[in-house]
């Protein structure tokens, strides 16, 4: 079938709108006809050459995406065409050791490990195979993903929505949840109130933190950042000392949104006596973190997370019923909404700063 797709075909370029070849789902597969997409930092690392999964090309970006399943291949049984889908970054196979220990963002199975390498091929341009970011390939009007990437959820949720929560709300809020388990009462902070930092702020709020502190060196976000829940704001210049005037000792739990190594070190240094940071940006490869470890020694703790170390078929179903109880703002995270035409555009407004999320609808 013939499809309409943005093509990355040289770094540092705009992406190119081509008619491209995408196949029938094979066994295990499902064609998903995508209705919104949101644009990420990732994606930008992919144009400038600076992600590790993109290095050949063509290639066709886009992975938060939801969608309407447009055909099933043999053996699908968990969905049917019609059903409205998020599509996962990771599809779990419930198998491997990472898994049965419920670690099922580190699955080591085959069909996160493909899609990690651009996914089965299931897309030509000019009779020339053409990868997708982690399998997915949502810069385009229809993706072939494996079953266990699709996340049914209620036709009432609009899908422009609900594409948020498969990258940037559910590492945000996931971090908060699942790797930090912030407690009722717990005082955090969140550097960088971007896209995924809001979303730690909406974690925090949703966790019962009663002081969330925002940093940012861009006022406008965190104006957005009051909006979304933070208590008290700080444009970023020394965090230890001005977190220290806010809350004396430190705060309980500190996120970096950033993934600057820089910024890391002074989060980290931000914390109290048995404080943790956690790591939510994606940082850039081969650099080191400065830490003080004495300030270890007070038992702080420094940790990771990819993709707030989500369970897929358990935290977007979830996550999407907050939304829908008014508990959760997603709306309020989607600065615009462009068609597939507009991607250039897209991407020059994310990498302004001048957005919280674009969405590409279809």
Known sequence: ???????????????????????????????????????????????????????????????????????????????????????????????????????????????????????????????????????????????????????????????????????????????????????????????????????????????GATTIIAADVAEQKLKLAERFGATHTLVADDLPRQVDELVKGGVDYAFDATGAPGVLSRAFAATRSGGTTVMVGSPPQGQAVEVDPGLLFASRRLMGTQGGDAAPHRDLPMLAEQYLRGRLDLDGLISERLPLDRINDAVAHVREGSVARTVITF
């Open 1 to 207: 079938m013939l499809m309409r797709a943005a093509v990355l075909t040289g770094f540092h370029a705009p992406m190119e709108i081509r008619e491209v070849e995408i196949a029938d789902p094979g066994p295990g597969e499902v064609r998903v006809q995508i209705k919104a997409s949101g644009v990420c930092g990732s994606d930008l690392k992919a144009i400038d050459g600076k992600s590790p999964v993109v290095r050949e090309l063509p290639f066709i970006l886009g992975h938060e995406s939801a969608g309407v399943v447009e055909s099933v291949g043999a053996g699908v049984t968990g969905v049917r065409p019609g059903d409205h889908v998020i599509i996962s970054m990771n599809g779990p196979c419930g198998r491997c050791r990472h898994c049965g220990a419920g670690r099922f963002h580190l699955c080591s199975g085959p069909v996160r490990l493909q899609a990690i390498m651009g996914g089965a091929p299931r897309i030509t341009l000019d009779g020339r195979e053409t990868r997708r970011f982690i399998g997915i390939g949502s810069f385009a009007e229809y993706a072939v993903v494996a079953e266990a990437m699709c996340v049914k959820i209620a036709k009432n949720a609009p899908l422009d929505a609900m594409c948020l929560l498969a990258c940037g709300v559910v590492t945000g809020i996931g971090a908060v949840m699942n790797v930090a388990e912030v407690p009722p009462g717990a005082r955090v902070l969140v550097v960088g109130c971007g896209g995924v930092g809001l979303n730690v702020i909406q974690g925090a709020v949703l966790a």
